[in-house]
């Protein structure tokens, strides 16, 4: 169902391939490289309760607002964040307006460009009384973001020029703004509206310039659905270009594979399917029998089966394979199908290897015939829906995961435990570091690499920014301080910690929900759990 005007506004304007044997690959902690404990010597000190007591409070959150601007006209929590990709200054941010079980969402569009950057100072600075405090400038809305009678809990601006911004509710509504911009001004006007279930979870915008401006979400009756806006089409602007039906609970995350050819997607019922969106996958016959998908696994596969459910998901710069993570911190690595070839190789006089024949009888290509890892971007490659791993370091769920840009071969997760782990995937998904109460002992939110560290040479791919309950941002070097270093070195420089920025209150009704970083990761805006937006600078 699609209306082209806005019913609620009245003027409507608005690996290597380690020969990818069909067992699992059990990761135990023996294995690991590097663990990080959480009271390791000379870690950067937390705050502790005592802090706390009498009458300190406020003194407290001075110290430790390390943010330079501010908007915090949300009535209740900021439970969805959004960046534009050409002008990364402006942020939607989308909530509800109050606690109550019947007050609407509500949404703001915000330019942060107002935040007024901050001298560097020595660390003795603000625990200087005398010093005075430095201001932090109060952003306001450029937009508000109406129509939703229950709290928006997704937003995205479309790629890859962000020419829409979308939000998703949780009373089921898709709402569809267009987006113009000249001479630093930002105009933003209603366009349509589609509500095809009853509550939205998620919303991803496809990465590919070659379908631009398509949506994808999932839903909590386990449906997932992608659209594709189209403005010049009046009639019917919101356009629908799938829908699927194959989980049986509530669809808890989506990821698209960065050539926009696949959407993978999990669920509660620890069922995990990826969609061949665009029929590339059926046209070279790599589909299953369901003629949807190209990998469909469910917990009826014992070597897939996850007691919980699942709750992430990410599918690998290369599209070589895809990460699904869930309950009891375990991730599953599967293999899926390579929908484009490879750039041919220089012919030569050697004799041909003789086939290999892999399960099923398909042919796979002899072992001195397959990519290196080196010429593949150092990621493993391997038959559609086979199972390359099985992880289970962590204590508790994976709320969150995600791949460094190539060349680096890094996954990172995020647990409910408060932990962050850090796999190899070009070692044979070996651990590389598990930095326990990366987070003070609080559920990790979100972890997400900087795409292009261009202000920091040689860090590019190394850089992982995550968020948790406890209220705090942390920043975190990946490289070095692996088992072989570990003797030398101690406390922060072992867990890899570069910067932590506090702010939101943490724990009961407070923490960070969600955070954005644009491509660089110089600026990092959160949203908070207290109803708070905040603007902190690398």
């Known amino acids: 169902?699609?209306?082209?005007?806005?019913?609620?506004?009245?003027?409507?304007?608005?690996?290597?391939?380690?020969?990818?044997?069909?067992?699992?690959?059990?990761?135990?902690?023996?294995?690991?490289?590097?663990?990080?404990?959480?009271?390791?010597?000379?870690?950067?000190?937390?705050?502790?309760?005592?802090?706390?007591?009498?009458?300190?409070?406020?003194?407290?959150?001075?110290?430790?607002?390390?943010?330079?601007?501010?908007?915090?006209?949300h009535k209740d929590s900021v439970f969805a964040i959004a960046q534009h990709p050409i002008y990364p200054q402006?942020?939607?941010?989308?909530?509800s307006e109050g606690e109550g079980d019947d007050m609407p969402g509500k949404g703001y569009v915000v330019d942060t460009s107002a935040a007024v950057s901050r001298p560097v100072l020595p660390p003795s600075y603000q625990s200087d009384p005398s010093a005075g405090q430095q201001q932090n400038t109060e952003l306001t809305p450029i937009f508000e973001i109406d129509g939703h009678t229950d709290s928006i809990n997704a937003l995205a601006f479309?790629?890859?020029?962000?020419?829409?911004?979308?939000?998703?509710?949780?009373?089921?509504?898709?709402?569809?703004?267009?987006?113009?911009?000249?001479a630093n001004q930002f105009q933003f006007s209603f366009l349509a509206e589609s509500q095809e279930t009853e509550e939205i979870n998620w919303l991803l915008p496809c990465p590919s310039a070659d379908f631009p401006n398509t949506l994808a979400l999932g839903a909590s009756d386990g449906s997932v659905w992608v659209f594709t806006i189209d403005a010049s089409d009046s009639a019917s602007p919101i356009q629908i270009v799938q829908s699927y039906f194959l989980h049986t609970g509530p669809c808890t995350a989506g990821a698209w594979s960065a050539d926009g050819n696949l959407l993978a997607t999990v669920s509660e019922d620890a069922s995990m399917h990826v969609f061949d969106v665009w029929g590339v996958a059926a046209a070279k016959n790599l589909t299953t029998d369901n003629g949807q998908t190209v990998v469909s696994l469910t917990e009826a596969d014992q070597r897939f089966a996850v007691e919980g459910g699942l709750y992430s998901v990410a599918i690998s710069p290369?599209?070589?394979?895809?990460?699904?993570?869930?309950?009891?911190?375990?991730?599953?690595?599967?293999?899926?199908?390579r929908l484009s070839e490879p750039a041919p190789t220089k012919p030569t006089q050697s004799r041909p290897a003789p086939a290999i024949r892999g399960p099923?009888?398909?042919?796979?290509?002899?072992?001195?015939?397959?990519?290196?890892?080196?010429?593949?971007?150092?990621e493993p490659s391997a038959q559609a829906g086979a199972i390359l791993a099985s992880l289970a370091v962590q204590g508790d769920g994976i709320e969150s995961l995600a791949f460094s840009p190539l060349p680096q071969t890094l996954l990172a997760a995020g647990s409910v435990d408060g932990s962050i782990a850090v796999y190899d995937s070009a070692r044979s998904f070996?651990?590389?570091?598990?930095?326990?109460?990366?987070?003070?002992?609080?559920?990790?939110?979100?972890?997400?690499?900087?795409?292009?560290?261009?202000?920091?040479?040689?860090?590019?791919?190394?850089?992982?920014?995550?968020?948790?309950l406890d209220g705090v941002v942390r920043r975190w070097d990946l490289r070095g301080a692996t088992a072989s270093s570990q003797n030398m070195q101690s406390g922060a420089a072992v867990s890899g910690l570069l910067k932590e920025?506090?702010?939101?209150?943490?724990?009961?009704?407070?923490?960070?929900?969600?955070?954005?970083?644009?491509?660089?990761?110089?600026?990092?805006?959160?949203?908070?759990?207290?109803?708070?937006?905040?603007?902190?600078?690398?």
Not at 24 to 45: K, L, M, P
Not at 160 to 180: C, E, I, N, T
Not at 363 to 376: D, E, K, L, V
Not at 505 to 518: K, M, P, R, S, Y
């Open 1 to 73: 169902m699609t209306f082209p005007q806005d019913p609620q506004d009245p003027n409507h304007q608005d690996h290597h391939d380690n020969d990818m044997h069909d067992e699992d690959e059990i990761i135990h902690e023996e294995e690991i490289e590097e663990i990080v404990g959480d009271d390791a010597e000379g870690d950067v000190a937390m705050d502790s309760d005592e802090d706390h007591e009498m009458g300190e409070g406020d003194e407290e959150m001075f110290l430790h607002n390390d943010s330079i601007a501010y908007f915090d006209a």
């Open 90 to 95: 402006l942020i939607a941010t989308g909530g």
């Open 158 to 182: 479309t790629l890859p020029k962000g020419d829409f911004l979308a939000s998703a509710g949780m009373d089921g509504r898709l709402r569809v703004y267009a987006v113009s911009a000249g």
């Open 318 to 337: 290369s599209g070589n394979f895809v990460a699904a993570g869930g309950a009891g911190g375990n991730i599953k690595i599967v293999g899926l199908p």
């Open 360 to 378: 099923a009888g398909r042919r796979m290509p002899a072992p001195s015939q397959r990519p290196s890892a080196a010429a593949a971007g150092a």
């Open 430 to 468: 070996a651990v590389r570091k598990h930095i326990r109460g990366a987070h003070e002992g609080e559920s990790v939110v979100k972890v997400d690499f900087v795409k292009s560290a261009t202000s920091q040479p040689g860090m590019h791919g190394w850089l992982l920014t995550s968020c948790g």
């Open 501 to 538: 920025w506090r702010g939101h209150a943490g724990g009961e009704g407070g923490g960070v929900l969600g955070f954005v970083q644009g491509e660089t990761g110089e600026r990092v805006v959160t949203a908070g759990d207290d109803g708070v937006v905040l603007v902190f600078e690398a």
